[in-house]
Protein backbone atom coordinates (compact mmCIF):
# COMPACT_ATOMS: atom_id res chain seq x y z
CA UNK A 1 0.00 0.00 0.00
CA UNK A 2 1.41 3.12 -1.29
CA UNK A 3 -1.53 5.61 0.22
CA UNK A 4 -0.60 8.00 2.99
CA UNK A 5 -0.44 6.59 6.25
CA UNK A 6 -0.68 8.07 9.97
CA UNK A 7 0.19 6.37 13.32
CA UNK A 8 -1.05 5.92 15.81
CA UNK A 9 -4.56 5.98 14.58
CA UNK A 10 -6.03 6.47 18.14
CA UNK A 11 -5.01 8.31 20.77
CA UNK A 12 -6.37 8.79 23.97
CA UNK A 13 -4.50 11.25 26.78
CA UNK A 14 -4.84 13.20 29.80
CA UNK A 15 -5.64 16.26 29.97
CA UNK A 16 -2.15 18.65 30.11
CA UNK A 17 0.06 15.87 28.53
CA UNK A 18 1.87 15.93 25.51
CA UNK A 19 0.95 13.92 22.09
CA UNK A 20 3.18 13.26 19.05
CA UNK A 21 1.48 12.09 15.61
CA UNK A 22 3.34 10.85 12.89
CA UNK A 23 2.35 10.99 8.89
CA UNK A 24 3.94 8.94 6.16
CA UNK A 25 3.26 10.97 2.68
CA UNK A 26 3.00 9.39 -0.96
CA UNK A 27 6.48 8.88 -1.69
CA UNK A 28 7.98 11.81 -3.48
CA UNK A 29 5.21 14.24 -2.89
CA UNK A 30 6.57 17.26 -1.65
CA UNK A 31 3.72 19.08 -0.44
CA UNK A 32 2.40 17.81 2.50
CA UNK A 33 -1.02 19.15 4.94
CA UNK A 34 -1.86 18.57 8.71
CA UNK A 35 -6.21 19.24 8.61
CA UNK A 36 -8.07 18.76 11.91
CA UNK A 37 -11.84 17.51 11.89
CA UNK A 38 -14.31 17.99 14.50
CA UNK A 39 -17.30 16.11 14.81
CA UNK A 40 -20.16 17.04 11.97
CA UNK A 41 -17.40 19.15 10.88
CA UNK A 42 -15.25 19.14 7.63
CA UNK A 43 -11.19 19.46 7.85
CA UNK A 44 -9.63 22.61 8.58
CA UNK A 45 -6.79 23.55 7.68
CA UNK A 46 -3.61 23.97 10.54
CA UNK A 47 -0.21 23.92 8.15
CA UNK A 48 1.36 23.15 5.02
CA UNK A 49 5.02 21.98 4.24
CA UNK A 50 6.19 21.87 0.80
CA UNK A 51 9.72 19.67 1.40
CA UNK A 52 10.90 20.24 4.90
CA UNK A 53 9.74 23.87 4.87
CA UNK A 54 6.77 24.66 6.60
CA UNK A 55 5.74 27.50 4.56
CA UNK A 56 1.93 28.34 6.09
CA UNK A 57 0.60 28.33 9.48
CA UNK A 58 -3.03 28.54 10.32
CA UNK A 59 -4.17 30.82 13.10
CA UNK A 60 -5.79 27.75 14.59
CA UNK A 61 -2.46 26.64 15.00
CA UNK A 62 -2.16 27.91 18.53
CA UNK A 63 1.86 27.70 20.39
CA UNK A 64 0.52 24.51 21.92
CA UNK A 65 1.37 22.91 18.57
CA UNK A 66 4.46 22.09 16.61
CA UNK A 67 4.89 20.05 13.39
CA UNK A 68 7.98 19.39 11.80
CA UNK A 69 9.11 17.78 8.34
CA UNK A 70 12.90 17.48 8.99
CA UNK A 71 14.08 15.82 6.24
CA UNK A 72 11.23 16.04 3.46
CA UNK A 73 9.64 13.13 4.23
CA UNK A 74 7.81 12.19 7.22
CA UNK A 75 6.19 15.10 9.13
CA UNK A 76 4.99 14.90 12.78
CA UNK A 77 2.46 16.86 14.80
CA UNK A 78 3.12 17.71 18.42
CA UNK A 79 0.64 18.97 20.80
CA UNK A 80 1.84 20.18 24.30
CA UNK A 81 -0.27 20.57 27.63
CA UNK A 82 -3.49 19.03 26.04
CA UNK A 83 -6.49 20.33 26.67
CA UNK A 84 -10.13 18.68 25.65
CA UNK A 85 -11.04 21.44 23.06
CA UNK A 86 -7.93 19.56 20.79
CA UNK A 87 -10.36 15.90 20.78
CA UNK A 88 -10.68 15.33 17.20
CA UNK A 89 -9.58 13.77 13.92
CA UNK A 90 -5.88 14.51 12.62
CA UNK A 91 -6.21 14.43 8.98
CA UNK A 92 -2.40 14.35 7.21
CA UNK A 93 -2.74 14.86 3.21
CA UNK A 94 -0.08 14.87 0.07
CA UNK A 95 0.19 16.39 -3.21
CA UNK A 96 2.79 16.60 -5.65
CA UNK A 97 4.14 19.28 -6.57
CA UNK A 98 3.73 18.86 -10.27
CA UNK A 99 0.03 18.73 -9.95
CA UNK A 100 -1.91 22.03 -11.34
CA UNK A 101 -4.53 21.82 -9.14
CA UNK A 102 -3.17 19.93 -6.16
CA UNK A 103 -5.24 17.00 -5.63
CA UNK A 104 -4.69 15.73 -2.33
CA UNK A 105 -4.36 12.68 -1.02
CA UNK A 106 -5.47 12.09 2.28
CA UNK A 107 -4.50 9.30 5.71
CA UNK A 108 -7.05 7.58 7.49
CA UNK A 109 -6.29 10.01 10.55
CA UNK A 110 -5.11 10.12 13.76
CA UNK A 111 -8.67 9.91 16.12
CA UNK A 112 -7.75 12.29 19.79
CA UNK A 113 -9.37 11.72 22.57
CA UNK A 114 -8.47 13.84 25.56
CA UNK A 115 -10.07 13.20 29.02
CA UNK B 1 -11.84 34.87 3.07
CA UNK B 2 -12.55 31.94 1.57
CA UNK B 3 -15.75 29.64 2.07
CA UNK B 4 -18.00 26.83 0.84
CA UNK B 5 -21.64 26.61 1.97
CA UNK B 6 -23.13 22.72 1.49
CA UNK B 7 -26.59 21.67 1.72
CA UNK B 8 -27.03 20.41 5.13
CA UNK B 9 -28.19 16.93 5.67
CA UNK B 10 -29.09 13.86 6.78
CA UNK B 11 -29.81 12.67 3.77
CA UNK B 12 -32.04 9.67 3.40
CA UNK B 13 -32.82 8.06 0.00
CA UNK B 14 -33.99 4.89 -1.65
CA UNK B 15 -32.37 2.85 -3.71
CA UNK B 16 -32.12 4.41 -7.52
CA UNK B 17 -33.48 7.73 -6.36
CA UNK B 18 -32.07 10.70 -7.87
CA UNK B 19 -29.61 12.66 -5.65
CA UNK B 20 -28.33 16.44 -5.88
CA UNK B 21 -26.71 17.79 -2.82
CA UNK B 22 -25.67 21.69 -3.32
CA UNK B 23 -22.44 23.54 -2.50
CA UNK B 24 -22.05 27.24 -3.04
CA UNK B 25 -18.94 28.76 -2.86
CA UNK B 26 -17.24 32.42 -1.87
CA UNK B 27 -13.59 32.42 -3.07
CA UNK B 28 -10.98 35.57 -3.73
CA UNK B 29 -9.39 33.80 -6.58
CA UNK B 30 -10.15 31.46 -9.33
CA UNK B 31 -10.05 27.68 -7.46
CA UNK B 32 -10.54 24.48 -8.27
CA UNK B 33 -13.40 22.46 -6.86
CA UNK B 34 -13.66 18.99 -5.62
CA UNK B 35 -16.09 17.08 -4.03
CA UNK B 36 -14.61 14.17 -1.50
CA UNK B 37 -16.22 11.08 0.07
CA UNK B 38 -16.17 9.62 3.66
CA UNK B 39 -17.30 5.79 3.63
CA UNK B 40 -17.83 4.98 7.12
CA UNK B 41 -14.79 3.88 8.70
CA UNK B 42 -12.32 4.79 5.71
CA UNK B 43 -10.51 8.41 4.93
CA UNK B 44 -11.26 10.96 2.84
CA UNK B 45 -11.10 9.94 -0.95
CA UNK B 46 -11.43 12.11 -3.55
CA UNK B 47 -14.37 11.90 -5.81
CA UNK B 48 -14.21 14.26 -8.45
CA UNK B 49 -12.86 17.65 -9.28
CA UNK B 50 -12.93 20.82 -11.60
CA UNK B 51 -10.88 23.14 -12.19
CA UNK B 52 -12.15 25.87 -14.46
CA UNK B 53 -15.40 27.07 -15.66
CA UNK B 54 -17.86 24.99 -17.45
CA UNK B 55 -15.60 21.91 -16.45
CA UNK B 56 -17.57 18.79 -15.72
CA UNK B 57 -16.21 16.41 -12.79
CA UNK B 58 -17.36 13.02 -13.15
CA UNK B 59 -16.41 9.35 -11.46
CA UNK B 60 -18.60 6.52 -10.53
CA UNK B 61 -21.33 7.67 -12.00
CA UNK B 62 -21.80 11.30 -9.63
CA UNK B 63 -21.39 14.46 -11.59
CA UNK B 64 -20.70 17.90 -11.01
CA UNK B 65 -20.11 21.15 -13.08
CA UNK B 66 -18.07 24.23 -12.10
CA UNK B 67 -20.46 26.99 -12.30
CA UNK B 68 -18.66 30.48 -12.06
CA UNK B 69 -21.88 32.85 -12.50
CA UNK B 70 -23.49 31.32 -9.75
CA UNK B 71 -20.40 30.02 -7.59
CA UNK B 72 -21.87 26.41 -7.43
CA UNK B 73 -20.56 23.29 -7.74
CA UNK B 74 -23.81 20.76 -6.98
CA UNK B 75 -23.42 17.16 -6.98
CA UNK B 76 -25.52 14.60 -8.48
CA UNK B 77 -26.24 11.36 -9.41
CA UNK B 78 -28.81 9.55 -11.58
CA UNK B 79 -29.09 5.94 -9.15
CA UNK B 80 -28.41 5.93 -5.85
CA UNK B 81 -26.70 2.53 -4.20
CA UNK B 82 -26.54 1.20 -1.27
CA UNK B 83 -23.35 1.38 -1.42
CA UNK B 84 -23.37 5.35 -1.95
CA UNK B 85 -24.19 6.27 1.74
CA UNK B 86 -21.39 7.84 3.06
CA UNK B 87 -20.30 11.55 4.00
CA UNK B 88 -19.79 13.90 0.89
CA UNK B 89 -17.66 16.84 1.36
CA UNK B 90 -17.32 19.64 -1.20
CA UNK B 91 -14.11 21.59 -0.98
CA UNK B 92 -12.04 24.30 -3.25
CA UNK B 93 -8.66 25.06 -3.04
CA UNK B 94 -7.21 28.58 -4.40
CA UNK B 95 -4.02 28.29 -6.93
CA UNK B 96 -1.98 30.37 -4.77
CA UNK B 97 0.17 30.03 -1.76
CA UNK B 98 -0.75 26.49 0.31
CA UNK B 99 -3.14 25.07 -1.71
CA UNK B 100 -4.55 24.15 1.29
CA UNK B 101 -8.24 22.83 0.81
CA UNK B 102 -11.75 24.83 2.33
CA UNK B 103 -13.99 22.31 2.64
CA UNK B 104 -17.64 22.61 3.50
CA UNK B 105 -19.23 20.63 6.59
CA UNK B 106 -20.64 17.71 4.50
CA UNK B 107 -23.51 15.93 3.92
CA UNK B 108 -24.16 12.54 5.28
CA UNK B 109 -26.62 10.44 2.53
CA UNK B 110 -28.73 7.37 3.90
CA UNK B 111 -29.57 5.07 1.14
CA UNK B 112 -31.57 2.45 2.12
CA UNK B 113 -32.75 -0.68 -0.25
Known amino acids: DTGVSQNPRHKITKRGQNVTFRCDPI?????LYWYRQTLGQGPEFLTY????????KSRLLSDRFSAERPKGSFSTLEIQRTEQGDSAMYLC?????????????FGPGTRLTVL | GDSVTQMEGPVTLSEEAFLTINCTYT??????LFWYVQYPGEGLQLLLK?????DKGSNKGFEATYRKETTSFHLEKGSVQVSDSAVYFCALSERTGANNLFFGTGTRLTVIP
Open chain 1, 93 to 105: ASSPLSSSYNEQF
Open chain 2, 50 to 54: ATKAD
Open chain 1, 49 to 56: FQNEAQLE
Open chain 1, 27 to 31: SEHNR
Open chain 2, 27 to 32: ATGYPS
